[in-house]
């Protein structure tokens, strides 16, 4: 009899994962590359569907992600210390998820093997977002399409 292997993500902590791990834990949705606005009376974290300069907008991947920060000095590198700051991050991202102790999401590309999963159930924003060089700083609440939480 074959033996049930549970996924690392189930077995491990944030912090416990391994670079490779780490990494395979992106979904490739693109989302924490949008623009966010931020309210200033509560918190609230606005996404817009404003895409990075870096954000490919064929394939909602960095098209430099290593050498984002030179380019993106604010850029922010998700790191398992950071974990209780993750509120920001959207529901469905596999680092929030881990963190909170819950499952992937069945689309997950470490759950259903097809990286393209993430795009053909709209969990991103492909096909759908615009670059930040396209839209003056002054427009962007015209682009906001959901609140984190």
């Known amino acids: 009899?074959?033996?049930?292997?549970?996924?690392?993500?189930k077995r491990k902590t944030l912090a416990e994962l391994d670079q490779e791990e780490w990494e395979s834990?992106?979904?490739?949705?693109?989302?924490?590359?949008?623009?966010k606005l931020e309210d200033e009376d509560d918190?609230?974290?606005?996404?817009?569907?404003?895409a990075c300069k870096l954000l490919d907008l064929d394939t909602a991947r960095c098209s430099n992600y290593p050498g984002r920060k030179k380019f993106v000095p604010d850029c922010i590198q998700l790191t398992a210390d950071q974990a209780d700051a993750f509120r920001w991050l959207p529901t469905t991202c596999?680092?929030?998820?881990?963190?909170?102790?819950?499952?992937?999401?069945?689309?997950?590309?470490?759950?259903?093997?097809?990286?393209?999963?993430?795009?053909?159930?709209?969990?991103?924003?492909l096909g759908r977002m615009v670059s930040e060089m396209d839209v003056h700083e002054d427009d962007w609440e015209k682009h906001l399409i959901f609140r984190s939480g």
Request: a negative charge.
């Open 25 to 35: 834990l992106c979904d490739g949705c693109g989302l924490c590359c949008l623009q």
């Open 1 to 9: 009899m074959a033996a049930i292997v549970q996924g690392f993500w």
């Open 94 to 125: 596999a680092y929030r998820l881990v963190h909170e102790g819950k499952d992937l999401f069945v689309w997950h590309h470490l759950v259903c093997g097809n990286r393209d999963a993430v795009h053909t159930e709209r969990v991103s924003q």
């Open 43 to 50: 918190g609230s974290v606005f996404y817009t569907n404003i």
